[in-house]
Nanobody, 120 residues
Framework: QVQLVESGGGLVQAGGSLTLSCAAS????????CRWYRQAPGKERDLVAS???????NYADSVKGRFTISRDNAKNIMYLQMTGLKPEDTAVYYC??????????????WGQGTQVTVSS
């Protein structure tokens, strides 16, 4: 069974930094596009950043210039480096990826979510 396991969330003051990690475990052959989403209380889950297999990235306007998404294809890990954090960045952050497993099956997997809280 393929899983995405997140780590790195926590409490930080405004202007601070955090780096989230998301590691894929299990029978992973390859990972297609990786994405980070976030969901604040009472709000929908929104796409924050994405990165293709080749390294092309896209960001939500609200995080451009502050967040950086990256991936280590050899280790099957994706990262979200967050700097200049603002209270409005407070949310549960989820990683998401399309993963190829044995049998030529693509599985859409989500991490368990990690809380990021930014105090003012």
């Amino acid at each position: 069974q393929v899983q995405l396991v997140e780590s790195g969330g926590g409490l930080v003051q405004a202007g601070g930094s955090l780096t989230l990690s998301c590691a894929a475990s299990g029978s992973v052959l390859t990972i297609n596009s990786c994405r980070w989403y976030r969901q604040a209380p009472g709000k929908e889950r929104d796409l924050v950043a994405s990165i293709t297999t080749g390294g092309s990235t896209n960001y939500a306007d609200s995080v451009k210039g502050r967040f950086t998404i990256s991936r280590d294809n050899a280790k099957n890990i994706m990262y979200l480096q967050m700097t200049g954090l603002k209270p409005e960045d407070t949310a549960v952050y989820y990683c998401n990826a399309l993963i190829l497993v044995p049998g030529a099956v693509w599985q859409n997997r989500w991490g368990q979510g990690t809380q990021v809280t930014v105090s003012s």
